[in-house]
């Protein structure tokens, strides 16, 4: 049974839901999930969990992640990308690379931000770009984040280009574009930084290009194509996985014998280790066999991952009753 991690790189246009799809059919099981949504605009890292490796989808959803990103200042988008209609354009001929950094200055570190009313956040239930299309006015709260970095790559003044991308502007109004890297942690709008950089500088912003090249540990240098997973499947064992994204505790053969029954063990040297931030837990033969928080005196798995079942050898099939045995 195969069980890891899939890194793939989300192609534009494609949902989450849909890769999650495409995998199922590639691995040939129902169980596989997705480690955090990206936009159907967005493409690059996707972290992808089949079989027993879902579990540790929980895990890397809270760890940070990085993006490539283009900013467009000079026009508001409903939608606060390039995806919506524009709703108000501006001048930018006073906008300074200065002014830029300035407002990019005071959306680093922790801040709060309020996500985009098309997210996929539920209100009452449902989500709340579905309530945004009905032509229901959403307002959502305001929520933490850190802006780890939020670097200038590029700064294009003049651009000529509608939010469309197209190659005219029927207003007459030329944008400022900016390419940037953003490292955040979960649950960071990036269109809403773009939003609110505009916003900030009195002129409008909004998203036209958004790429994730890392998720925690995992990175564009791992990720495939759709089409290249299509020719080779490649996964990434849950054993690696697990020691790439948290602490490692080497176990004794008798350690690992009682965590695989689900009982606890002494704890680990530091103690350090928490239900939301466990160890992974490895039997001398390199086997991921639990993930262990410290309670005191002892450590008690948060989860075990049980062997793979042997493969049961065939029964011998009995000769047609008009058949001679062979010798």
């Not at 989300?10 to 989450?16: E, L």
């Not at 950094?101 to 570190?109: N, Q, W």
């Not at 944008?175 to 890297?181: E, K, M, R």
Request: aromatic content about 4%; overall charge negative; hydrophobic content about 40%.
């Amino acid at each position: 049974m195969l069980s890891g991690l899939v890194i793939v790189d989300k192609p534009q246009g494609w949902t989450s839901h849909d890769v999650v799809g495409r995998m199922r059919r590639l691995a040939g099981t129902r169980k596989v999930g997705h480690a955090g949504t990206l936009d159907p605009m967005a493409t690059g890292v996707l972290v992808v969990g089949i079989n027993k490796a879902t579990r540790l989808l929980t895990y890397i959803v809270g760890t940070s992640k990085t993006y490539e990103a283009t900013i467009r200042l000079g026009a508001t988008t409903i939608t606060d990308d390039a995806e919506g209609e524009v709703t108000a354009t501006a001048p930018t001929d006073a906008v300074t690379d200065e002014a830029i950094e300035t407002g990019i200055g005071v959306l680093r570190g922790p801040i709060s931000q309020v996500p985009s009313s098309v997210s996929a956040i539920k209100v009452n239930g449902e989500r709340a770009y579905a309530r945004v299309r009905s032509g229901e006015e959403v307002k959502l709260a305001a929520r933490p984040v850190t802006i780890h970095a939020f670097d200038v790559r590029a700064i294009r003044h003049g651009v000529t280009a509608d939010a469309a991308g197209d190659s005219v502007t029927p207003d007459g109004v030329t944008y400022v574009d900016i390419d940037v890297t953003v490292r955040c942690s979960s649950g960071t709008y990036i269109r809403a930084l773009a939003r609110d950089l505009g916003a900030g500088l009195g002129v409008g912003g909004h998203l036209t290009a958004l790429r994730r090249s890392a998720v925690g540990p995992y990175t564009l240098d791992q990720a495939r194509t759709l089409e290249e997973l299509a020719d080779d499947l490649r996964i990434l064992d849950i054993a690696d996985a697990a020691r790439a994204l948290m602490p490692v505790r080497e176990l004794s053969a008798e350690e690992a014998v009682e965590l695989s029954f689900g009982r606890r063990i002494p704890a680990s040297a530091d103690g350090m280790h928490t239900v939301a931030e466990p160890a992974a837990a490895f039997a001398p033969d390199g086997t991921l066999v639990a993930l262990l928080a410290d309670a005191g005196k002892y450590a008690k798995p948060v989860l075990v991952f049980p062997p793979d079942p042997e493969p049961q050898a065939a029964a011998p099939v009995a000769p047609d009753a008009d058949t001679e045995p062979t010798t």
